[in-house]
Structure formats: structure tokens, C-alpha cells
């Protein structure tokens, strides 16, 4: 929030100074360490003393004006919060005002949610439907609104504006949450504000929101509950449960003695540490306890999302980024699962990072202080990017230096590859990751395994499994460029991973489908995906029936050992500067993560002759007295 007064203080300020976008400037720079965009100044210079006078004439002066209220745990920002009393209950009201400028605006494509204004480059969000996110946004996660959701209103004031040019926005339904007004409305306007606010002092009501702790409401996580529920098809087993029991004896503690531990669940791929997750999230809700879901994989977040909150959005707000904690405050949170923890890295700050935030503090130790009971769920053989350094030593580090206890619980039984912890540790052994070196596959009837001489051969017998009703995915190693601009005038997604005459695109770049295929974070999951090529990026976290792993020029065979070829990468997030050293261990990692993604079976094709064989040599081909066990 960048200033609160009165709205009679403010107008005085207004008038008699004349300075208020010069003191909201000023605070602005203190607090962000950047000066305001000269939009951001207009609006302060037009728009509040529209409000305020508004506020004024209605008879409210002593209503307080909160100017850019910043939303919890998120960068976004609401103009103004009006903070008073209720005319006939007497309880504490909020009106969120969302202020603007336009003297015109018409839907976009004839849908009024999306609006064009002349002078904005690309449509906007409708003001009624933004200020009503704002609403439910701050309802959700304001805890002194928790008892009192019903305090909360809101309305999108559009003082330049006549009816005539912002008709078709009113397409779009309204409710308490998300209303309009324009300047041909101001005496409407003034009526419901005096319909909201009464002409009491508003200090104790403004109080109450800016102590109100930062957590999900209960209604929320009653909603959340009721989805994980209804989607729950899953058992915990042995350490499963111990890493379960272990996070909610920790709870209890915490809530009881106002303890705060760290608990760590480490696991190989399949071990069931998402499902520990979403089994902890359902009951911690179900049980009224504020947690909060985080990872650091866009992909992963995105499918949680579409998961858990399929039919119910506000659901998918308690699925957020590693990077989401940077402002919050200590212990605001009773419990944050961190899940594929082992997608940690050093700080939070990115290039987009505003300058007062970019404290060098590390991300780790924002994620420890959110909650009483942080959550670490992470594979250390799944850190594959330069940068990532999710690993149970440097977790149990950052907590020593805070004086906390660190509880590890290691999940040795696993759920994917058929539940073969022989398969498990074939593939570990083959990359060198553990083990002696590579050994031969003595299969278990738990998994198939199986190599291609061909991509096209690869891809045949994928296809024949999707055949059967078998879901099916190809991903390889990050070994040919990606075409990551799509434009209308293409007809087909890019060939980019070209091997001899087969060639097939990558998984698509970004949040939106086209052309036919699934937007990124659904390839793995969206039965389009399987016309592209995977990268690890988008495999990562998730499991299908059957896997085909195209293994590139970066990692090959050579007489006896393992060569890691780090020009033939093309991964951008291997720079001049990452040693040698990282390269090696993260390719082979990236392996490791392709080469655990199939639940039935998983067939291997190498791009190099060499390694092909020595494949062959490791792999009995089906029929062998060998593969029949």
C-alpha cells in the first residue's frame, strides 16, 4: 500500500497542495526502488481526486482511502480499498475500486470480457470482471475477512466515461464483487457508496484489513478439500504414510506449542511424493489448517491447477511458484508443501524482479520462514538445470543456520516404471549416477524394455501401444534448436527435431494450443501431445503408460564410458559459465528424468551407432530367454 488517509485528509491534499501523485511518486520509488510509469502518475492525478470528491460530496469524508493496496502474496495491485462501516449492520465494509481513465471501450471479438480501448496496443480485462477477481482474491486470502466475506464489494469507476461508449462492457453479469459506474452515473454512483459506507470514521475497519494474516480462507480450503477429495484414487503405503504422519505430528506440534520444524521427503521417480502432497493438502484443508502448494516447474504448477481446481478456479490459487514468498511474511502459513523441491535454486530474483526485492536472500530460506511446517518433497537425481539446488544437504544447511530442526523421511518403494525399483536402479547404474556402470537389464515382469534402431521404428511401436488405448509420449534430449515463435502465417509446428528423413517438432512453446497441439504445460498430460517431442522441461513431474526416449549427440557411449558433449546441447540455460563439470551431471540427470516417465515400459533409440550397440548390448530384444525372465 502506498499511502492511507481519510477521503476529507486526501481531498484537502489534493486541493490545497495539489502534490498527491508527487507524495504517491515519492513512496513509490521507496518502496520499489523505480519510479511509476507516467500512466500510473495520470491516474493518480485524475482518477483519485475523482474518487475522493465523489467520497466528499456523498458525505463520507470519514471513510479511509487505501491507494494501491497490494494483493497478498502476489505483484498485482488494487487502486483504492475504501475502508468504513456498514449503514445498517454497523460491521466493518470494503468497497475495492478499480479506477479508470477511459472515455471509451467496446469488446473484444464480441466478447465483452476482453475490451479494446483506442489507445491501449492489445484488449484488457473488463473492469467489472477485474475488480471482481480482485474481491474473491482478497476474500481467499485476507484472514480478517475470513468470518466476513459479505463486508467485501466491489466496483469499477469509469469517471470520463458516458454510458454510450462503454455499452458493451456491460454484457458481462454483475454482482456485489464486480459492478460499474460512469461519469453520466455519478449521482447512481454516490448512492452506492452511501448504500456500502456510512458516514462514520473508517480507521478501525482499514486496522482490521491491513492485520488481517495472509492465508487461504477456510471457505477456500472447504472448496479445495471437496475437489482433492473427489479426485483422491490413491492409498498411502508404508513410508508413503510415515512421510505423511511425520508432516502432520509436525503440525500438531507447531499448532500446540508454536514449534516450527522442517520436514524433507526424498524419493526416485514415482515414489509417490506428489501423491503425499495432494493426500496432506486435502486433509490439512479438510481440517481447517492455512497451507499453501508451491513448486518451481510452470508445467507442474499448471497441471496441479487443472488437477485439483478443474471445476472450481479459486481452487487453483493455492498452487503457486517457489518465487511467490518473496514478500510474504514469517510463519503466515501453518503448512507449505514444497513439491519437486529438487527445482529450488539460489534466489527468487529473476530479470523481471523489481530492484528493492533483489536481496541476494535465498530462495530456500524465504520458502523455511513462510510456514511453521515447510514441506520439501524432492529426487536429488532430478536437479537438470544450471541454476537448481533442491538437494536434502543444502535444505538441511539452510535449516541448521536458522536454528531449526530438520526431519528427513526417504521414500525407498516407487509407483512408476510398474513399481520396479530394478529398473529404477538400471537406469541409475547406466548413466553412472550410482552404482559400478552400466549393467544388463535382467527383466522383473514389472516393466518392458526395449530398443529402437530407428526414431521411426520408435515412434511405430509408441503408436501400436495408442492402438491399444495406451497413453504414449516421445521426449529426447535438448540436442536440436526450438523454434519457439509460432506465426499465423505457419501451417504446421516447426520440424525441429530432425533425425536422417524422420523429423518431428518439439512440445509446443508456451500457454496456449495451436496448430493442433496442447499448450506446454499439458503436453504430458493432453493425449494431442503425443505428435511432438517432449523436453525434459515438460516431462518433469509427470508419467504416462509408455516411453519412448530419443537420447541425443550430448550424452554417447565411448568404449567404456560415458562422453558429455556440451556443444552438442542446446539447452539455453547451459551458459560459458557452467562448468564442465555441472554439464556432465546435469545431462545425465535429464536422462534419468526422460528415462522414468513410463509406467508399462520405456523403448530407447540413440542418435550415435556407438551407443546404440552398447544399448543393445544391456537390453535383451523381446523373445530373448533373457527378456522372458
Known amino acids: 500500500m502506498l499511502f492511507r488517509e481519510s477521503a476529507a485528509s486526501l481531498a484537502g491534499r489534493t486541493h490545497l497542495e495539489g502534490r498527491l501523485a508527487e507524495l504517491l511518486t515519492e513512496n513509490f520509488l521507496h518502496r520499489h526502488r523505480h519510479r511509476p510509469s507516467q500512466a500510473e502518475v495520470r491516474s493518480w492525478e485524475r482518477s483519485i481526486p475523482a474518487l475522493t470528491n465523489a467520497l466528499v460530496e456523498a458525505g463520507l469524508g470519514e471513510v479511509e482511502m487505501l491507494l494501491e493496496y497490494g494483493l497478498p502474496l502476489t505483484s498485482k495491485r488494487a487502486d483504492v480499498i475504501l475502508a468504513g462501516v456498514h ?106 457508496l452511501r448504500s ?36 483422491e484414487q490413491f492409498v498411502l503405503l508404508d513410508e508413503q504414510r510415515l512421510a505423511y504422519e511425520t508432516v502432520m505430528s509436525a503440525v500438531r506440534q507447531a499448532r500446540r506449542s508454536n514449534h516450527k520444524q522442517v520436514v524433507v521427503v526424498a524419493g526416485g521417480p514415482g515414489s509417490g511424493k506428489s501423491v503425499i502432497a495432494l493426500s496432506l493438502l486435502g486433509d490439512l ?22 488437477v485439483a481446481g478443474a471445476r472450481k478456479p479459486e481452487v487453483q490459487r493455492l498452487f503457486r511458484y517457489f518465487n511467490s514468498f518473496m514478500e510474504a511474511e514469517p510463519n503466515d502459513l501453518d503448512v507449505l508443501v514444497c513439491d519437486e523441491a529438487h527445482r529450488l535454486r539460489k534466489t527468487s530474483a529473476n530479470r523481471y524482479t523489481k530492484a528493492a526485492l533483489r536481496t541476494g536472500r535465498p530462495q530456500v530460506a524465504e520458502l523455511i520462514d513462510a510456514a511453521r511446517v515447510p514441506v520439501f518433497l524432492l529426487d536429488q537425481h532430478q536437479v537438470v538445470r544450471p541454476g537448481e539446488m533442491g538437494t536434502v544437504e543444502q535444505i538441511r544447511q539452510a535449516a541448521a543456520e536458522q536454528g531449526l530442526e530438520c526431519t528427513v523421511v526417504e521414500l525407498d518403494s516407487q509407483f512408476r516404471c510398474g513399481g520396479s525399483d530394478a529398473y529404477l536402479r538400471w537406469v541409475t547404474s547406466l548413466l553412472g549416477l550410482e552404482g559400478d556402470g552400466p549393467i544388463v537389464w535382467e ?56 533425425i536422417g528423413d524422420w523429423a518431428r517438432p518439439w512440445n509446443l512453446y508456451g500457454d496456449r494450443a495451436l496448430l493442433g497441439a496442447p499448450p506446454a504445460p499439458l503436453w504430458a498430460t493432453d493425449p494431442a501431445g503425443f505428435g511432438q517431442v517432449g523436453c525434459v ?58 528415462l522414468t516417465r513410463g509406467m508399462i515400459g520405456t523403448i530407447i533409440y540413440s542418435t550415435d551407432p556407438e551407443t546404440r550397440e552398447k544399448l543393445r548390448s544391456l537390453i535383451p530384444p523381446p523373445g530373448d530367454a533373457r527378456a522372458d525372465g
Open 196 to 231: 456500502r459506507l456510512a458516514a462514520k470514521p473508517g480507521a478501525d475497519a482499514a486496522d482490521t484489513l491491513l492485520q488481517g494474516k495472509v492465508r487461504p480462507s477456510k471457505q477456500l480450503m472447504s472448496v479445495a478439500a471437496e475437489e482433492v477429495r473427489s479426485r
Open 285 to 306: 484443508y479438510r481440517r481447517g489448517v492455512p497451507a499453501l502448494h508451491a513448486t518451481g516447474s510452470q508445467s507442474f504448477t499448471k497441471t496441479m491447477r487443472k
Open 87 to 192: 449503514p445498517i449492520t454497523g460491521a466493518p465494509s470494503y468497497v475495492v475500486v478499480e479506477l479508470k481513465q477511459w472515455s471509451e471501450a467496446y469488446p473484444e471479438d464480441d466478447d465483452p470480457l476482453r475490451c479494446r480501448i483506442p489507445a491501449y496496443p492489445a484488449p484488457v480485462l473488463n473492469p467489472i470482471e477485474q475488480v471482481r477477481g480482485y474481491c474473491t482474491y482478497l476474500v481467499s486470502f485476507n484472514g480478517a475477512l475470513e468470518q466476513i466475506p459479505e463486508s467485501v464489494a466491489g466496483v469499477a469507476y469509469l469517471h470520463n466515461a458516458t454510458e454510450f461508449g462503454v455499452a458493451g462492457l456491460r454484457a458481462v453479469t454483475e454482482d456485489d464483487h464486480g459492478r460499474m459506474f460512469t461519469g453520466d452515473q455519478r449521482g447512481a454512483f454516490l448512492a452506492y
Open 537 to 594: 522441461y515438460t516431462a518433469q513431474g509427470f508419467e504416462y503408460d509408455w516411453s519412448g526416449v530419443i537420447m541425443g549427440p550430448d550424452l554417447v557411449w565411448r568404449t567404456d564410458r560415458w562422453v558429455v558433449d556440451r556443444i552438442a546441447s542446446k539447452d539455453p540455460s547451459f551458459t560459458k559459465s557452467t562448468p564442465d563439470e555441472d554439464v556432465d551431471r546435469l545431462v545425465r540427470n535429464t536422462y534419468k528424468v526422460l
Open 443 to 498: 527383466p522383473d515382469s514389472k516393466v518392458h524394455l526395449l530398443t529402437a534402431d530407428s526414431p521411426q521404428e520408435l515412434e511405430d511401436f509408441l503408436a501400436a501401444r495408442r492402438a491399444e488405448n495406451f497413453g504414449a509420449r516421445i521426449s529426447a534430449g535438448y540436442c536440436w534448436k526450438w523454434t519457439t515463435k509460432i506465426t499465423q502465417s505457419m501451417t504446421a509446428l516447426p520440424a525441429d527435431v530432425t
